[in-house]
């Protein structure tokens, strides 16, 4: 599977740091110092209770698919690029990430366990994680 012709993401100054360990092969988290709750997508309020003192926090990077969806066709999108597996992994350290699945639609079902791989965007100091069905 190609990478091309997938968007980059928008960094700012609120998700460079995300973006950058991802680069370098971490996926970070957000953690609130006040009430705990570990969250994702970066910001930098905790949506629960709105504490400005929040850290980063590394993960392993494995989890299980909680949801997902198979596109075969997509206007614009390349035939040899499909399909395009788009999921919501549940990390183990409890917040769900909305990603793309890196394997075939039959690898796949609800529950599968599954780890990070990162996509290397040309011409920035990032990458897109991306999951792939774990061989245990």
């Not at 995300?18 to 309020?45: F, I």
């Not at 990430?97 to 639609?105: D, G, I, R």
């Not at 796949?108 to 040309?122: K, L, S």
């Amino acid at each position: 599977m190609s990478w091309d012709p997938r968007p980059t993401p928008d960094i700012t100054p609120e998700t460079e740091r995300y973006w950058s360990a991802a680069a370098d092969g971490e996926l970070l988290v957000r953690e609130c110092d006040e009430c705990g709750l570990v969250y994702h997508y970066p910001r930098e309020l905790c949506p629960d209770c709105f504490s400005d003192s929040v850290s980063w926090r590394e993960t392993n990077g494995t989890g299980t698919v909680y949801s997902y969806s198979t596109a075969r066709k997509m206007g614009g999108w390349p035939d040899e690029d499909l399909p395009l597996i788009v999921a919501y992994v549940e990390l183990d350290e409890g917040p769900r990430v909305m990603t793309n699945l890196a394997c075939e639609p039959d690898e796949i079902e609800i529950g599968t366990p599954v780890e990070v791989r990162f996509r290397a965007i040309e011409g920035a100091d990032a990458a897109v994680p991306v999951f792939v069905p774990r061989r245990e």
